[in-house]
């Protein structure tokens, strides 16, 4: 089976930096890939915010994962503070995707190389929705 594939990208205008708990390690005593989409997670919160945006009300729209995809470059451990950046970008009729780049904060080695597709969504009506020009706005790539 072919690896996933993805690519660094140039920029990412918003950077947060998270630490790894120990209740963020798996058996192998390093960052688990459950963790580290849990980790993605509180910066695509933080990401939104600065933005104005929720994931409950993204420019008057929820938001839901329609896919992710994880490409480890390294390990991270407890305590470790990592760089999380991130990007928005390739807007779509009903959604866009969220660029992370993981990196430790005291020596910069890559961890990992995350992209999430965030789908526009209505919960109560249970049906997608299109993508608001106010996040759209904010995608660095179109």
Known sequence: M??????????YPFSTKIVVRVTDLNYG????????LSLVHEARVAFL????????DCGGV?????????VYQGEAYAGDFLNVDVAAGEPSKSGFRL????????D???????????????????????LPKAVEDICISK
């Open 108 to 130: 910069g080695q890559n961890i990992a190389l995350v992209e999430t597709g965030m789908v526009c969504f209505d919960y109560k009506a249970k049906k997608i929705m299109p």
């Open 62 to 70: 929820s938001l839901t994962m329609g896919d992710a995809a994880i």
């Open 99 to 106: 660029f992370y780049r993981l990196a430790r904060a005291s």
């Open 2 to 11: 072919p690896r996933v594939r993805l690519k660094q990208l140039d920029q």
């Open 49 to 56: 915010a600065i933005h104005g945006f929720s994931e409950l």
């Open 29 to 36: 005593g390093h960052l688990g890939n459950n963790s580290l």
